[in-house]
């Protein structure tokens, strides 16, 4: 299906002494913006996250894809793999987004919701316990147990995405989905492995991403001002 909206803009967004990169694009008549936490080693111009971002602006979702991390951190990440278990910093970078987002008058009146991957994920859990305009959260192939103690705090509806064959993570999203006081559903996607690389699985991810943000992604009746907790 064609989609009616403007080209993407290139964003810089601040976060603290940083400037993050990120691909803003909305459809008309857009009634939310999603924003992308990415998992390790993957960005802005992530593969699979460009391709779910393109579904939900066919279902009327505006999407913003950001790196968490500079280009220097992802070099550095890149050998040491410590930053991206570095949830409180990707939670930080997350919150910085969303005020971003809040306001961007391009953006003024559009409800607020994530899409978290791996360990990006645990980050839109996090922020979406400190930050109450958020009102749902999907997590694909994601860590939410690494959110730790925000779990029981997290208030956005929550859908946590697994592939029926990646045993480690279903457990512990299992685990994590026990914790959550919200409402929340764990959707297995049969035969699909972490990255869900098996024919349809990609899709079958974003079709269900799309239901639920249409579902859970409101504008709250009276949503307090955000929680300033960026770095």
Known sequence: MAVSSTP?????????????????RKPRGASAV??????????????????VAERL????????????LTEEEEQLDALTAELRFNISLLTARLAAASEWA??????????????GASTGAAAALAAAAEI???????????RPDLAGP??????????????????????????????????AQLAVVP????????????????????AWFARHARVPESAPPTRRGAE
């Open 8 to 24: 993407p803009d290139a964003v810089l967004i601040q976060a603290g002494t940083v400037e993050l990169q990120g691909l803003l």
């Open 150 to 183: 925000a779990l029981p705090r997290v208030r956005a509806a929550t859908l946590l995405i697994v592939g029926g064959d990646d045993p480690q993570v279903l457990a512990l999203n299992q685990q994590a989905i026990g914790k959550l006081r919200c409402e």
């Open 191 to 210: 035969g699909a492995t972490h990255l869900f690389v098996e024919p349809g699985a990609l899709e079958r991810v974003a079709s269900l991403a799309a």
């Open 34 to 51: 999603v924003l992308f936490a990415h998992g390790s080693g993957s960005g802005r111009l992530s593969p699979r996250n460009s391709f």
């Open 57 to 68: 602006r066919e279902a009327g979702l505006c999407t913003l894809l950001f790196d968490l």
């Open 132 to 142: 109450p305009q958020v009102t749902a959260v999907v997590s694909r192939g994601g």
């Open 102 to 115: 809040l306001r961007t008058p391009q953006l003024r009146g559009l409800a607020l919701a994530y899409f």
